[in-house]
Structure formats: C-alpha cells, structure tokens
C-alpha cells in the first residue's frame, strides 16, 4: 500500500515539503513548530547566533517546560523575577541572564539569519545572504531565481529558504523580534566601496596558526572582502593552512590563485 504524505504538518499546520533525493518529508514551521521549538531556541541562543551567554539547553528545555517560553520570542519578555525562580537559578544568575538577552538585541544581520534556523542556511550562506540583501524584508520576497543568482546557494538550499519566508507564522515571528528591538547596523554601498578587499572572493581551506577560522573570516569581512565555503570561478584567492582539502586542486583546476597563510596576513595589514 502506497504511503501518503501529509500536505501540513500534524503539529504546527505549516507546509510539508519534500526534497528529491530524500527520504524524509519536512515540516517548514520551523521557530513555530512545537515539536522543533527546544532545539530552535537552543540554536537561537547559541554562540554563533545571537549569543545569549547563560541561557544553555538545560534552562531552555526548564522554560519551556515550564511554558515561560513557547517559541524565540519569548525570550525577550522574560522577566528577572520568573527567572529567579528557576531551580539553580539566584537572583544574581537571573540578572545575568536578561542582561545578556539584552545585549543580544544589538546584533549582526548575518547572524540573525543563522539564528532562524533555516534548513541548510550555516554561516557561510547566512552571510552571503546579509550580503546581498539590504534588509530581511527583501529577503522575505525573494523567489527562488532570485536566491540561486547568489554564490553557493543551490535550487536545493534556496528551496529551504524560500518554503520558510513562505509561511506566514515564520514572518509574524520575525516581525515580533524587531519589535523587541533586535537590530544591526546597515553599512552603505559607498562604504563597502571604499574597503581595501571590497569586491574580492575568500576561500579558507586547512588549519590556520596565528588566527582561528572565524577571526581570519571577520577580519576579511571588515575589509570589505566575502568569504565562501566553495570554490568557483568567482573565487579570487583560496588561503591554504596546514592541511588543506580538496578545495586547493580545485583551485589550481579553475586557475584560482591560492595563497598561504603569511600572504593572507600581508594583504590583512594592506
């Protein structure tokens, strides 16, 4: 007997997608859905999304059991005294905390689009998107064509990206945190111009010694550079640390000039 796949989901009602080449069927609810929201606020908090310093995934899963917390939101009405009331959690803990909430109002829009969640959108694809688009509510329209113009976004990926704007919970949700007041800034075209790497491709492939992976990307970033995950024939230098994979012969195959880590730091001080 042939299995039928559901059209929405069970839980949250959002659209059920189902991506050729798996098996699986899934749910685009995504910081709506019930079922998804513990491990949805636990990547919304984390280091490399919002960085909410305190609010690790065993006081997650209390506040959500405990229904302070129904969805990301939510976090940003928390109030001192409910946290305080938590076990383990004093008065001086809880403070902590809102604090740090607080601070994470002002934040990137690359790392506000990794904190979303969205299925196959990593660090990588999340700046290229803040990159290409000047607000999220430009995002929000765009069609698939117009996600696949943008370097190392496949169909797949911008399938992804495309189904969770589609749904209407998923841009209520993020209309109610910029109410909250997160935000970050907007750089000018004229400013991005005007740094020395502006208009220039980065790849880092390998293990870098005098800086970590993140530390070399921003400090590219703030030179105007873009950093990718893959490389193509828009690549402008592949930065080969000890051993480098095989991005390097792909590289050399394109022609791409690949440099090392004490050149990288050369054009760094530029």
Not at 31 to 39: F, G, S
Not at 252 to 263: C, F, K, N
Request: contains cysteine; proline residues 3%; aromatic residues 6%.
């Amino acid at each position: 007997v042939p299995i039928t796949l559901p059209k929405r989901c069970p839980v949250c009602d959002a659209e059920v997608i189902k991506i050729e080449g798996e098996t699986a069927a899934r749910c685009t609810g995504g910081l709506y859905c019930r079922a998804q929201v513990k491990e949805a606020i636990k990547h919304f908090v984390s280091r490399k999304a919002m960085d909410i310093e305190g609010l690790g995934s065993k006081l997650v899963e209390q506040l959500v059991d405990e229904k302070l917390i129904n969805d990301v939101t939510d976090i940003y009405s928390l109030q001192k005294l409910e946290l305080s009331a938590m076990e383990r959690m004093g008065e001086k803990s809880a403070q902590n905390v809102i604090d740090a909430i607080q601070q994470s109002q002002a934040t990137t829009f690359e790392r506000f689009l990794f904190a979303l969640g969205i299925r196959e959108v990593g660090e990588t694809t999340a700046r290229n998107l803040a990159q290409h688009f000047p607000d999220i509510h430009s995002l929000e329209k765009a069609s698939v064509e117009d996600l696949t113009a943008i370097e190392d976004i496949g169909p797949i990926v911008a399938g992804h990206i495309s189904a969770f704007f589609r749904q209407k919970h998923n841009r209520e949700l993020i209309a109610k945190l910029l109410h909250y007041g997160i935000h970050w800034p907007e750089p000018t075209l004229k400013q991005l111009d005007d740094l020395p790497l502006s208009g220039k491709t980065f790849v880092l492939t390998g293990t870098l010694d005098h800086f970590t992976r993140d530390q070399a990307t921003q400090q590219l970033l703030d030179l105007g550079a873009k950093v990718s995950g893959s490389v193509s024939k828009k690549t402008d230098y592949v930065v080969a640390g000890s051993d480098p994979g095989s991005k390097v012969r792909k590289a050399e195959q394109l022609g791409v000039s690949v440099i090392s880590e004490a050149e990288l730091i050369r054009l760094l001080k530029q």
